[in-house]
């Protein structure tokens, strides 16, 4: 932020203050409340607070800052907000948790200690390798795109919305909802590729491009690259569109700043704007086409009497798309929105569910979660095994399948190893890095599109968990996406 805000550095320090001030207040509130030990509870505390600093350090990689704040908000932000300033309940599923104060400071012990390892590996992948404070000009051929920046445009902008409308009309891949059609593996994959970050990365290609032809950026395609989360995301009704933005913004900050390319502090903070703008669009669409026509929501803001009659309703009645739709309300909205905000990040009540049951924590056990497969009217491996399945409250159409996710700390604790957890985080911590650092040796140094990669891993490892087996076709498309990319910019050299 300060190479775009070296004009204004009150405003930075100012924002840092605030930051700073912000935190301590969210983490001295829960030091306040803990009823367990509480230099466990402020160990906990003071290692979320440095994620802070290590996700947005000098050398830190993309896959670190993403993950870093995913943790935060998974871990930190989560647990401290719900003890100080709600009731105190988890609500995304803890199994049979007993709320003791030593089951508290178990929990927190193995997640601090999950933590510092992310961290440590983190420190460690410095000795290794970084990228480069400047980038050098690339060979590219420049009058490609400069002679079809037109044309590659509008094509892109169609690909949008024909992606858009062939998995609306035909339900290809929407989270949540199983497909009501079988359609071909090679069909299927390639729009759920490109809604979950295809086109994002065509986008980076586009804007990396743009840079290198003109020196510069336009505006435009800045915002179309934002404008196509939202559009993905709405369509696969997805409220994680924030995620592909933030890493196209991210990386054209870095790339600028490594190409020493300035530009007018006002434009970024419009992209921002504009991109937190949708993001509370998407969110709001997304939960309200949910709740009018695929399931009964669960957040603070529903009236259990929506539950109750949703019970009462008639078989027939339930397997329609639509029951009754409901009249839009801003004031529920935002209140599911910020329930959301709160309570939806994946990370300590997967851990507070594991470790509770520490009778169950085996190495088998991590061996068996590696058989799961998909079964619709079944509760996940994850479920039964630590008693959620009785607290999945919502009643759903025919074709929902809603999953409550584990988190990759807590599913290596399923070893109830803590050698096992921490090598466990060392070692994914410098496998994401490589995969990273390959893809931008492979794009021409391609930044932003490196930005993303980091971006999609941070994501996968946040959420992981579930068929933990098909970790596979999400990290072969990724080394697919690679490759494609290092043959394009080939065909684009001198």
Not at 58 to 85: D, M, P, Q, R
Not at 365 to 389: A, G, H, M, Q
Request: aromatic share 22%; with cysteine.
């Amino acid at each position: 932020m300060s190479y775009i805000l070296k004009n204004n550095k009150i405003f930075l320090k100012t924002a840092r203050y605030l930051i700073s001030i912000l935190l301590s207040i969210i983490f001295l509130a829960g030091l306040y409340v803990y009823t367990g030990n509480k230099l466990i509870y402020l160990s906990f505390g003071l290692l979320n607070i440095y994620l802070i600093y290590f996700a947005f350090r000098k050398n830190a990689s993309f896959f670190e800052t993403f993950f870093s704040v995913l943790l935060f908000f998974g871990f930190g932000f989560k647990f401290s907000i719900i003890i100080s300033f709600t009731d105190g309940m988890f609500r995304e599923g803890v199994g049979n948790f007993d709320y003791s104060a030593s089951s508290f400071d178990f929990a927190l012990t193995t997640s601090s200690l999950a933590l510092l390892s992310f961290i440590v590996a983190g420190h460690l992948r410095e000795f290794f390798f970084n990228y480069p404070s400047q980038l050098s000009e690339t060979s590219l051929n420049k009058n490609f795109y400069k002679n079809n920046r037109l044309k590659i445009i509008f094509f892109f902008l169609i690909l949008i919305f024909s992606i858009f409308t062939v998995n609306v009309f035909f339900a290809v891949y929407q989270k949540g909802l199983v497909p009501i059609n079988d359609y071909n593996f090679f069909f299927s994959g390639f729009i759920k590729w490109s809604l979950l970050y295809g086109l994002t990365a065509i986008a980076t290609l586009i804007i990396f491009l743009e840079i290198n032809s003109f020196k510069k950026f336009f505006s435009l395609t800045v915002l179309l690259a934002i404008f196509e989360t939202f559009i993905s995301s709405i369509s696969m009704l997805s409220r994680g569109m924030i995620f592909n933005a933030a890493a196209i913004i991210f990386g054209i900050y870095k790339f600028c700043k490594k190409k020493k390319i300035i530009f007018d502090k006002k434009y970024f903070f419009l992209y921002i704007i504009f991109t937190i703008l949708l993001f509370y669009i998407s969110v709001i669409s997304v939960n309200h086409i949910r709740s009018n026509f695929f399931y009964i929501g669960k957040s603070v803001s529903k009236d259990i009497t929506d539950m109750e009659n949703y019970k009462k309703t008639p078989k027939d009645a339930k397997d329609k798309k639509i029951l009754k739709p409901k009249r839009f309300n801003i004031i529920d909205s935002n209140n599911e929105f910020f329930y959301l905000a709160v309570n939806r990040w994946v990370g300590i009540d997967a851990v507070l569910a594991v470790t509770q049951n520490r009778d169950k924590l085996n190495f088998s056990l991590v061996k068996e979660s590696w058989k799961e497969n998909f079964i619709k009217d079944e509760p996940t491996f994850y479920e039964k095994t630590f008693n959620l399945e009785q607290q999945l409250t919502i009643d759903i159409y025919e074709n929902v399948k809603g999953n409550t996710l584990t988190g990759i700390i807590a599913f290596l604790f399923y070893s109830g190893s803590f050698l096992f957890l921490i090598s466990g985080m060392i070692i994914l911590t410098f496998f994401a890095n490589f995969i990273e650092y390959i893809s931008f040796k492979f794009s021409e140094k391609n930044i932003v599109f490196s930005c993303l990669v980091g971006q999609i891993i941070a994501f996968r490892y946040i959420h992981f968990g579930y068929l933990p087996k098909q970790s596979y076709l999400l990290f072969g498309s990724i080394f697919l996406t690679i490759f494609l990319v290092y043959l394009f910019t080939k065909l684009l050299k001198k």
